[in-house]
C-alpha cells in the first residue's frame, strides 16, 4: 500500500482530554484506572459499576446531556464523541479538509464494539412493566444502532462522502485504517477521518465477568500475577490523507488476519497474530530489525498475553522492545486500536518507549522484550496490534516517510 499521511490526530481517555493529557501520562507512569464505584450516578457522579468489583478506566464530565441540534443523539457513546472531537484542533483540521476536496470526497470510518448499548439499559430500567414496553423516549437509531457513532460524527463534522462502522471487537478501530486506505486506494474518497469509540456500560463488565476475563485488580499486562482486564473507555480519531512528504507522519501499512479459531479464545499458537503482523511488514516493504516498538494488544488476561508472546517473538525474537498500555488507559475494547495508535504516534514524536505500567513481576514463561521501564529512545516505526474476539487481527505500522 502507498503510505498515508497522518496529518491530525486526537485521543480522549481515563488519562484525560486530547493527546497532550495522554503524553504526560505516559511519561509520569500515571495511570488513569481507578477502582469502580457500585451504586455509582449519585452525589460521586461516577459511573455504576453494578455488582460487579473492578477497575475501570472512566472519564469524567459525560453527565451533560446533548443539547440543541444534537439531543437526538444523546447517549453515554456520543457524548463522549463530542468530548473527544472538541480536543486538539481537530474539528477545524476536518474542515480544513473539507476544503481541500470537498465535502463528499472525504470518507469516515468509526470502529465501536457497544455503541451507546447503556442508552437501552435505561430504556429496560425504565420500561413500563405492566405494558412490557420501553419508554416512548428511547431511541435505538440515533444511540444504541451500531452506526450511531458514524452518523452522528457525519452530521458533526458536515461530512457527505463514502462511511462505514467497523464492529470487530477489540480491533475495530484499528481495522479502520484498512478499511479507509482501500477506499482511498479505491476512488471512493480522497481522504479519510478514522476513529474509534466505547463507553463503559453493565452488559461489557458483566459480559467479561461471565467470562471470567475481568480482573477484581487493577490490569497488569505480562504479569506472573496478572488476573484479566480492566475496561475503560476512549475515544480518538485521526485524519488520514494521500501523498505524504518526507518527514510525514504516516499510517505505513496495516494487515489483517482471522484465525477462527475460537469465538472467545485467540489461537494458541498465535498463529493468526503472527499472519497480520507478517501482512504489516509485507505490505510496506518492511523488515522485522526496522520496528524500534511493538505496541502490544496486551490484555493482561493469562491466554491472549501468552498467545500474543509466542507470535510476537517468533517473527521478531527477543530483541525489539515491547509493552502494553492498556495499564494507563484499561483496555477500551473497540476504542483500543486508536487509543493505541495515537500512543504510537507520540513515541514517534517525542521519542521515547513506554513501560507495561502495573507489571510487577514479568511473567518467567514470556519470552518478549518487555519494557519495565519507561526510556527515552530514537522510535521510527513502531507496529500496533489489535486482537479481537473471533480472530479478528489487525497490526497497524506507523513511522515517518
Known sequence: MRPLKL????VTTACGAGVGALLRA????????RPGVPGGNGASGRFNTGPVPCWVGEIDGLSTPLAGEFSHWDCRSNRLMLKALQQDGFIAAVAAARRRYSD???????GTSASGVQQTEIAYRLRDRAANR?????DYVHTQNLYS??????ELLELKGCGAVVSTACSSSAKVFGAAARAIACGWCDAAVVGGIDSLCLTTLAGFSALQLLSADIC?????GRSGISVG??????????EPAAGDLALLGCGESADAHHMSAPDPQGRGAMLAMRHALDVAGCQAPAIDYVNLHGTATAANDATEDRAVTALFGDAVPCSSTKGWTGHTLGAAGIVEAAVAL???EHGFIPQSLNTMRRDPALAANIAMQTRAAPVERVLSNSFGFGGSNCSLLFGRV
Open 149 to 154: 457513532p458514524a452518523g452522528f460524527a457525519r
Open 26 to 33: 505516559l511519561r509520569e507512569g500515571r495511570t488513569g484506572l
Open 220 to 224: 497488569r499486562p505480562a504479569d506472573e
Open 346 to 348: 507520540l513515541c514517534i
Open 233 to 242: 473507555e476512549a475515544a480518538g480519531f485521526a485524519l488520514l490523507e494521500p
Open 104 to 110: 463528499r470526497r472525504v470518507g469516515l470510518f468509526i
Open 7 to 10: 496529518s491530525h490526530y486526537t
Open 134 to 138: 420501553l419508554i416512548d423516549s428511547f
